[in-house]
């Protein structure tokens, strides 16, 4: 047994050492990524707490207050036409319990009045448009901004027109495939392998278990972006459904699993983009880039802009 230690250690130590000095120089082992685009300020679901969510007056206010990028999610309508919107069904956002894949472009309803802000419990939005904009429409307002589009369900036809969009108004290398499944993402790669994609949940479980191995600096990374829940906005701004998150322990648990600075710098110096979301509050802001995150995304765009400009001034 002690002849096994006098090898085991030794070779313990040396990996660990190279694995903590890999990890400090990743430029050894990979190249770093070089994306068309470098987003600090990012506006979810366009900005959906200064104007109604994901339609075109919340996207050109977005902009308005240099939004860097619009992230947003995509259905499509019985007639084909691709939609920006958060849901599939309805009812949270126009109170008719009906499904866009269920209606020609023309019969969706139109948003209520006051819409419920879903990371900023006990607020609501409001805005003069409120119909729901198609996807094509986006692109040919901005066709320079960065988008990151999540497609939530496995729908060839929907993955296959968002990737006919992208390649149409030619902005492969400015907007990115999410989604918080791998196959979605496995067949959103496969329409279109020249667009950036983020990470999936199975994909951020793999690389926090490749990070705590010491396993990651050796291991090659495919995707862009990694986009995940800033922990303390849990059961404060957004109150999550599911009880387990409910919970104080497991909240402080993710929190110290996920947020590890060492993990988003080595993920930085690789080229990897990190956006934690979503930031409502100044000092979620703060948390967020004080724990490394190269992006934050936010509901209230000029929220976002007051605080880098302050603090860009104080700099």
Known sequence: MSSCLYFILPALGGYTLTSLYLLKNPHILHRKKRTAFYCTHISHRGGCGERIESTMEAFTHAVEQGTQMLEMDVHLTRDGHVVVSHDENLLRQTGQDVTISSLNLQDLPLYKERLKVTFNAGHY?????????????????????????????????????????????????ITVWASVSSSILTECRETNDCMPY???????????????????????????????????????????ETRILRNKLVISLVKTITMRKSLFKHLAARGIQVHLFVCNKD??????????????????PSLLSNYLSRNRCQE
Do not use: H, W
């Not at 996807?135 to 036809?157: A, T």
């Open 198 to 240: 983020s990470f999936s949940i199975k994909r951020g479980v793999l690389l926090l278990l490749l990070f705590y191995s010491g396993l990651l600096p050796f291991v090659p990374i495919g995707e862009s972006l990694l986009q995940f829940y800033l922990p303390c906005i849990l059961n404060r701004t957004f109150i999550p």
């Open 125 to 173: 939005s409001t805005g003069a448009d409120r119909k729901f904009a198609l996807l094509e429409d986006v692109f040919r307002k901005f066709p320079k901004l960065p988008i990151s589009i999540e497609i939530k369900e496995n729908n060839s036809q929907l993955i296959k027109k968002v990737s006919e969009l992208v390649k149409c108004y030619n902005r492969e290398d």
């Open 283 to 300: 000092e979620d802001i703060k948390a967020a880039i004080g724990f490394g995150a190269t992006g934050v995304m936010t509901d209230y």
